[in-house]
């Protein structure tokens, strides 16, 4: 199946039928779902937020190192430059800001809960409190537009879960709305704001992830904005109405190991499965491989959010390790 399912945030919490999930989740799919008629607000506060990526990413260097934290393996904050590309190299393609969104909890929380960050001290990854840009950046909203359009995604993101919760019982003992709880109640779900930097040379790029390699998410589900396209060269602020190169963009390699591209409408959020969900659903649901490839038109910058929807630290995701293992143990094959 080379197309996503796409189904209305009203038929969502309906319910959505064991076929309908099995074509966006089972094993001949692509993994991913699309969920359009969401309320009015959020295609404006997603132009905010993507509008947002390249005004930080373009801050001064100094404003940047402020926003960076080597302590939690540049995963709170501001991060370019610290994870490698499969060639072994610094990938320097893309910057990224980090959010915890505990606020989705409560709304002063700025990182996990106090009993996670005293029970698990060297997980700072997970642990150390976010960082916002300062009042003077030209970011004043930013702060209240992430919170608000994160916390909209991860509401979205329960009801994708409720849907998988009554699938996946049909096929094997769980804890009853096992996979709603780990997104409703996590302090420890990230998300992660991508600016795509233009490309500096217009030289044929050999690599079909020059972007984003290919890789799976640790999430259980990821949810996806589709992507802002700037032409920086008129000002960081000059979205396009649509991609300007349909070679680039988000690509799925499926079931089949085929490699499908997949353009997440803009007024979309779509939710893909990550590797975290496959452990638990002991393979029911199969993580996502996925990769950005770029585009060698000059001045053109890309920017997406994607919301990581996963347990808190000290949650079984196997029979051998908890989250903290696990995504450690991930963590430390990306840096």
Not at 223 to 241: C, M, R, V, Y
Not at 244 to 257: A, E, K, Q, V
Request: with cysteine; proline share 6%.
């Amino acid at each position: 199946m080379d197309v996503p399912v796409c189904v209305s945030l009203e038929n969502l919490v309906k319910g959505i039928d064991d076929t309908t999930l099995d074509k966006a989740f089972g094993p001949d799919s692509l993994g991913i779902i699309i969920i359009k008629d969401l309320p009015d607000f959020f295609s404006e506060l997603r132009l905010k937020v993507l509008k947002s990526a390249s005004i930080l990413a373009n801050q001064p260097e100094h404003v940047l190192q402020s926003l960076e934290n080597e302590e939690s393996i540049w995963l709170t904050g501001w991060s370019c430059g610290k994870e490698i590309l499969g060639s072994g190299k610094p990938d320097y393609g893309k910057g990224s800001f980090y959010v915890n969104c505990a606020f989705h909890q409560q709304d002063d929380l700025e990182g996990p809960r106090l009993d996670l960050c005293e029970r698990y001290p060297n997980y700072k990854a997970y642990t150390s409190p976010n960082i916002w840009p300062p009042p003077n950046s030209g970011l004043e909203t930013f702060k209240g537009d992430m919170k608000k359009l994160c916390s909209f995604i991860i509401s979205v993101a329960e009801k994708v879960a409720v849907n998988c919760d009554n699938y996946i019982s049909k096929r094997f003992e769980l804890p009853p709305d096992y996979l709603q709880n780990i997104v409703h109640t996590s302090t420890c779900t990230k998300a992660r704001l991508l600016h795509y930097y233009p490309v500096k040379t217009q030289d044929s790029s050999e690599n079909d992830d020059d972007w984003c390699g290919e890789h799976l998410d640790h999430s259980c589900i990821t949810g996806l904005t589709s992507a802002l396209f700037i032409d920086e060269s008129q000002g960081l602020t000059n979205d396009l109405p649509q991609n300007p190169d349909p070679i680039s963009g988000l690509y799925i390699r499926n079931r089949h190991n085929q490699v499908v591209k997949v353009s997440i409408p803009k007024d979309c959020i779509a939710f893909q499965t990550g590797s975290a969900l496959q452990e638990v659903s002991k393979g029911n649901f199969r993580a996502v491989s996925h990769f950005v490839k770029g585009t060698n038109l000059p001045s053109i910058a890309r920017n997406t959010l994607a919301v990581f929807c996963q347990p808190d630290l000290d949650q079984r995701v196997n029979d051998k390790e908890t989250f903290a293992d696990f995504a450690t143990r991930i963590l430390a094959e990306n840096h």
